[in-house]
């Protein structure tokens, strides 16, 4: 069961993640490339493009697992590192001793 509101768009189940791998290694000639990788999350907001082309085809959808209540956490900052690209990193525990 998942309850982050993230994980809605970039989940990525182990039944998908095994195939992504796979892919990746099995590819004729890959070269050199960055994908993205998820299983086939309704609320996706980055392009499979990179995997698909590597012959990746997600099963799972986060919404089939995806249990949000009035307490979490949404995620409005627009960024794929969500709320976690918001550190203030000035302050502790993160700041260096001067």
Known sequence: MLTDERAGWN??????????IEAALTTPSPGFRVVW???????RIASLGGSLALGYEPL?????????????????????????????????PYKTAT
Do not use: K, M, Q
């Open 11 to 20: 989940w990525l189940s182990p039944r998908d993640c095994a195939p992504l």
């Open 37 to 43: 990788g998820d299983s086939a999350n309704t609320r």
């Open 60 to 92: 799972d959808d986060a919404e089939d697992y995806l249990v949000l209540g009035s307490h979490d956490v949404v995620d409005d900052t627009g960024r794929i590192g969500g709320v976690f690209t918001t550190v203030d990193f000035d302050d502790p």
